[in-house]
């Protein structure tokens, strides 16, 4: 069974912080991993990694991927406010569905 | 931008009753999902759908519920005879294509509550 697992649970950062959020995974036929931010309802995209050692940034967020070791980290540099949100790690399968696996997530605050 | 859409944003049923919920995925794209949150739990995958037919689905998506794409552009889930545990939000995703790693965009999310 395919299994995501995001560290740490939640988080409390003061505005201006760097935090790095963790995930890692066992998957069967791994695609891809995904990042998403969920606020109040749908899960936003954020980023898609496919390949060991090529980061992916976007303003203050980036991403990267191990496949080797099989983790993913999402590093948010100058928090702000507006980060706060729930951040969830899904990997994509390879197979008929390419359904996705979703880890429990994890609740950053960014505090004035 | 284009999105993908859902309604009802909120149902309240009572158990035992039917209900469908309505997406319609981004207008080009031709992979669709549905997922479902538990409050307060992970985001879990129910099925997927492509050219008219599922292409997965999870333990969780039994025989009391049932996917379809009626037109061009709707795709609907239909929950036969609710359980209080089916009360969950339910996220409708579509994807361009599938296979060589296409994101998935969800939707806002219906969230069903069964009495």
């Known amino acids: 069974e395919d299994k995501v697992v995001q560290s740490p649970l939640s988080l409390v950062v003061h505005e201006g912080d760097t935090v790095t959020l963790n995930c890692s995974y066992e998957?069967?036929?791994?695609?891809?991993l995904l990042w998403y931010k969920q606020e109040k309802k749908a899960p936003t995209f954020l980023f898609m990694l496919t390949s060991s050692g090529i980061e992916k940034k976007s303003g203050r967020l980036s991403s990267i991927l191990d496949k080797k070791e099989l983790f993913s980290i999402l590093n948010i540099t100058a928090t702000q406010t507006g980060d706060s949100a729930i951040y969830l790690c899904a990997v994509e399968s390879k197979g008929s569905g390419d359904k996705l696996t979703f880890g429990t997530g994890t609740r950053l605050a960014v505090r004035p | 931008e284009p999105e993908v859409t859902q309604t009802p944003s909120h149902q309240v049923t009572q158990m035992g009753q039917e209900v469908i919920l309505r997406c319609v995925p981004i207008?080009?794209?031709?992979?669709f999902y549905w997922y479902r949150q538990i409050l307060g739990q992970k985001v879990e995958f129910l099925v997927s759908f492509y050219n008219n037919e599922i292409s997965e689905k999870s333990e969780i998506f039994d025989d009391q519920f049932s996917v379809e794409r009626p037109d061009g552009s709707n795709f609907t889930l239909k929950i036969r005879s609710t359980k209080l545990e089916d009360s969950a939000m339910y996220f409708c995703?579509?994807?361009?294509?599938?296979?060589?790693?296409?994101?998935?965009?969800f939707g806002p999310g219906t969230r069903l509550t069964v009495t």
């Open positions: 998957v069967t036929n791994f695609r891809s």
């Open positions: 995703a579509s994807s361009e294509f599938a296979g060589l790693s296409y994101e998935q965009y």
């Open positions: 207008s080009n794209h031709l992979y």
